[in-house]
């Protein structure tokens, strides 16, 4: 089933596939399974028609797509021979000619399906294509940073969960806040992504060092993704790379850290972070 965030990231990626293709229709939506998409969300259309339409792998043009993992299109829907016909009439409602489906494939699975299409009967040229290619990736990219980020958070929890920690686990503990603290920045839902910064506290102080001044310590959110990045012994470029921030900007946070951390040099920075409480 799909989820409200997910929701909002199909939203935003039929809006981007219509302005960007002059398509005058997009639609599209998740798969409840591994077999079926439900048409949730609609962009142009002037009828209810396909809304909550149920597509089949193998039927229609869609479940055609769905099937072979790849897009599919025709320049008349009515009448083009090498797809099934369940779906016509509804598509007739809409006066739907030239349709193009793209699925939304997350490492090798379809997750959903995206439409677009003309109420007149021509070719769909390579602008079209990409358009549609390009908006059914935004999908695919918000889906697996959220599939990253829920087995992160289950990581997480268990290792928060176990007071028993084996010294020789804190390198993935460390590195598991690491990750949810670089990917917090990407996430749409709120929810989420206050929960994912709710587990990197508790992984931060799972080690269960609570200094009488830690409380003292403020760094700034991207001051604390930093020198973590550092504890991992990342440079200022690699760091960079997985912050999605220019190297120098790194070496600014980098920086401030340091100066509000006293220390004087990356490793100090890391150690008072460490004693602070703010990494694990």
């Given amino acids: 089933m799909s989820e409200p965030a997910d929701a909002v990231e199909m939203q935003g990626a039929l809006l981007r596939l219509r302005r960007t293709s002059g398509l005058p229709v997009v639609f599209g939506g998740l798969l409840s ?130 007071p028993d920690t084996a010294p020789a686990a804190w390198e993935d503990v460390r590195e598991a806040h690491r990750e949810l603290r670089a990917l917090a920045p990407k996430i749409v839902d709120p929810e989420l992504r206050e929960e994912l910064l709710s587990v990197c506290g508790r992984l931060a102080s799972a080690s269960g060092t609570q200094p009488a001044d830690a409380r003292a310590v403020r760094l700034a959110p991207r001051e604390v993704d930093v020198v973590a990045c550092v504890a991992a012994g990342a440079t ?32 100090e920075a890391v150690v008072a972070a460490r004693r602070a409480g703010l990494l694990p």
């Fill in 236 to 267: 200022n470029a690699v760091a960079a790379r997985r912050l999605g921030v220019r190297p120098e900007t790194v070496k600014g946070y980098l920086r401030s850290a340091m100066r509000k951390l006293g220390a004087h040099t990356r490793l």
């Fill in 33 to 162: 399974d591994a077999r079926h998409a439900r048409i949730a969300e609609l962009n142009g259309a002037q009828t209810r028609a396909l809304r909550g339409l149920v597509i089949s792998a193998g039927s229609g043009l869609g479940g055609k797509a769905i099937a072979l993992s790849r897009p599919c299109a025709v320049t008349d829907y009515t009448s083009a021979r090498h797809i099934s016909h369940e779906y016509d009439t509804a598509v007739a409602a809409e006066g739907l000619r030239s349709v193009v489906a793209v699925p939304v494939v997350v490492r090798r699975e379809v997750r959903g399906l995206l439409y677009g299409a003309l109420r007149k009967p021509v070719t769909l040229g390579d602008r079209t294509f990409d358009a549609a290619l390009a908006a059914a990736r935004d999908v695919e990219q918000a889906l697996a940073v959220r599939d990253e980020v829920r087995q992160l958070l289950a990581v997480g929890r268990e290792q928060v969960a176990d």
